[in-house]
């Protein structure tokens, strides 16, 4: 399993939202320049989490996007989920996991499902708050007098 740079930006996404939205509306074009992507590439990844319905989209002259939710409501996993799909490593374990006939005789099969539930414990382990928090340690720990 490798998460794709969509993936990535869409956690790039969420943090900046919660980052800098505090109630208000965050534009695109905003969150484009901060995170040095571009704003047709997170015009894709905003329309996935807008129909997933972990942001909400805002109209008008001071519009844009605010998540729906507080950042300890979401998880990496759900984020991740929402753009990649499954994340599942191999196509036999995890949620949309298709039905093996070898399961019951797969050596291998035990160590995939081992896998599946150690990158889901965690990413459904680690929330976009705990994420925020890891970035002001980091600035902080960036902070020199």
Request: hydrophobic letters at 35%.
């Amino acid at each position: 399993m490798k998460i794709s740079t969509r993936g990535k930006n869409a956690i790039k996404l969420m943090l900046d939202l919660a980052t800098y939205s505090h109630g208000e509306p965050v534009r695109l074009k905003d969150i484009a320049k901060r995170q040095n992507i571009s704003e047709k590439y997170l015009e894709q990844i905003v329309a996935v989490l807008h129909k997933t319905a972990l942001v909400k989209s805002i109209r008008g002259a001071h519009g844009g996007y605010v998540l729906n939710h507080p950042p300890e409501k979401y998880t990496v996993g759900q984020i991740l989920k929402a753009v990649e799909g499954d994340m599942s490593p191999t196509d036999c374990v995890g949620e949309n996991g298709t039905l093996c006939e070898n399961k019951g005789t797969c050596v291998s099969y035990r160590l995939w499902e081992k896998l599946d539930t150690a990158i889901n414990d965690v990413l459904e382990g680690i929330t976009l708050a705990d994420m925020l928090e890891w970035q002001n340690e980091l600035l902080i720990d960036q902070y020199v007098i």
